[in-house]
């Protein structure tokens, strides 16, 4: 069973408040109300004088009545903005009414920092204190104050666009499912023109789809933001490895709170497996899990494959029982890293598998 239907098993012990009671603001609560979360969205960069956003432009001040005075100069640096598109909605319903209770996705983000943003001008967008947008190796992802990543993409980093984040320190991030980026099935391309995306966003934002937020321009991290398995052999040691990043237990209050050993360089690796924490493995998922606590509350966090684990990591991980659990701010031995500094915050335990 995997993280989906085990996570939608317990969804009566999760949601048996009032339904006006029900609030999401996190992706675990995404998770536990029974949705498998994603953080793969379709994704473009553009400017906040993009027709499809309504061709907003920079403010140089305000008139005697009060009116925006728009900056016409053609000096000014557009407002750089990044859309992040989940490929599809996911309704919240009430189980005993049927009323709809709102998209799941766009609620939960709304409860952890951005706003909807409905049909009101677009310098109402306000920031989301924490959150942010890094430039990885392969795009963009966007993170909460805690370090999770709430969405990825992978659009061409043109530099122009680049460059006016920097210098702005910030950028305008939307977030839902109708921001007028993912092309329509059957519809190509070229038919889908700047008008037919700029219909889908006013129609995204009428529904209460659409939700936005300032966030802060991370230009370059040198933390590693993506979970990472590797095989056997890997380190010098049997067990397949799972690498997560070190925002995973940051949000729970440290790797040290559930027992992974802080590692230097020439350390031996630990051979005992924890006893507060197992990984529940499917062919597509890694979850970590407190064993010791009930049902929902024992979900830690966890990694989606879309395209599966490897069969000969899945095969190493069911013979052994166990795996090697890594977190910390980069992957030990990455390409281009200082040797010396290879095991720099790294923390690390042996984690026994379930498999589902």
């Known amino acids: 069973m995997g993280k989906a239907k085990r ?31 994603t953080a793969e969205t379709a994704c473009r960069l553009t400017y906040l004088n993009d027709p499809i956003l309504g061709n907003g432009q920079p403010v140089s001040g305000m008139g005697p ?15 750089p903005v990044v859309l992040f598109e989940p490929s599809r909605i996911i309704v919240r319903t009430d189980r005993i009414t049927g009323a709809v209770l709102g998209e799941t996705r766009t609620e939960a983000i709304v409860g952890g920092g951005f706003h909807h943003l409905p049909d009101s001008p677009v310098w109402t967008i306000q920031p989301a204190l924490g959150w942010g947008v890094y ?58 023109t700047t008008a037919k995306r ?3 966003f006013v129609q995204g934002r009428a529904q209460g789809l659409t939700t936005v937020a300032i966030v802060t321009w991370h230009g370059a991290t040198e933390e590693d933001l993506e979970w990472v398995v590797a095989e056997p052999g890997s380190y010098g040691q049997p067990l397949p490895v799972v690498f997560a990043p070190a925002a995973t ?5 440290g790797a040290d709170l559930f027992g992974l050993t802080p590692l230097r360089l020439h350390d031996p690796l630990p051979t005992t497996p ?17 064993p010791n606590e009930p049902m929902p509350t024992n979900y830690v966090a966890g990694v989606h494959y879309g395209e599966g684990l490897s069969i000969s990591w899945l095969q190493a991980a069911r013979r052994l029982g166990k795996v090697l ?14 040797p010396s500094q290879a095991w720099r915050g790294i923390s690390a335990g042996i984690v026994q598998v379930e498999t589902r």
Do not use: C
């Open 249 to 253: 237990f940051r949000m729970h209050g």
């Open 135 to 192: 430039r990885t190796g392969e795009g963009v992802v966007l993170r909460d104050a805690s370090g999770v990543i709430w969405a990825s993409g992978a659009p061409a980093l043109d530099p122009a666009w680049v460059s006016a984040a920097t210098s702005y320190g910030y950028v305008v991030a939307f977030y839902g499912p109708k921001l007028g980026v993912r092309t329509p099935p059957r519809l190509s391309p070229r038919a889908y």
């Open 274 to 290: 924890l006893p507060d924490l197992i990984a529940h493995i499917s062919p597509t998922d890694v979850d970590l899990i407190r």
């Open 65 to 79: 009545d009060g009116e925006l005075l728009v900056d016409d100069s053609g000096t000014v640096e557009p407002i």
């Open 7 to 37: 996570i939608k098993n317990q969804r009566r012990a999760r949601w048996s408040a009032p339904a006006a009671s029900r609030t999401l603001n996190s992706i675990t609560d995404i998770e536990q109300a029974g949705e498998e979360f």
């Open 198 to 200: 700029r219909a889908e």
């Open 325 to 338: 659990l890594l977190t910390g701010p980069t992957l030990p031995g990455k390409s281009g890293t200082d």
